[in-house]
Nanobody, 130 residues
Framework: QVQLVESGGGLVQAGGSLRLSCAAS????????MGWFRQAPGKEREFVAAISLSGVSRYYTDSVKGRFTISRDNAKNTVYLQMNSLKPDDTAVYYCAAARATFSGGYLVMPKVRADFDSWGQGTQVTVSS
């Protein structure tokens, strides 16, 4: 059974930084694309970032580019989200997600929507005060 456990959330002032971690178990970690999503009160869960199996390919939603960095440590079965220059609009519950790797024409298909991800963590709250 796949388990994803997030940690590192908290309260921070605007302009500050936080580093989220997600520890995975019950899966062959290096066979999964890992991602981060977030959900603000009253809003839909939205894609934030994803990282390929080896970590070479990473992509982000436009609103976090240049501020957030996703990374992974396959030896530790852990994915990270470094969040800098935080804004009040970044306030949300942040979820870790895993997507089993799929390939098309020999290339890894990078998932970008909620439905593409198979497993989810319980979430960690990030609150940015102004």
């Amino acid at each position: 059974q796949v388990q994803l456990v997030e940690s590192g959330g908290g309260l921070v002032q605007a302009g500050g930084s936080l580093r989220l971690s997600c520890a995975a178990s019950g899966l062959t970690f290096s066979n999964y694309v890992m991602g981060w999503f977030r959900q603000a009160p009253g809003k839909e869960r939205e894609f934030v970032a994803a990282i390929s199996l080896s970590g070479v390919s990473r992509y982000y939603t436009d609103s976090v580019k240049g501020r957030f960095t996703i990374s992974r440590d396959n030896a530790k079965n852990t994915v990270y989200l470094q969040m800098n220059s935080l804004k009040p609009d970044d306030t949300a519950v942040y979820y870790c997600a895993a997507a089993r790797a799929t390939f098309s024409g020999g290339y890894l298909v990078m998932p970008k929507v909620r439905a593409d991800f198979d497993s989810w963590g319980q979430g960690t709250q990030v609150t940015v005060s102004s």
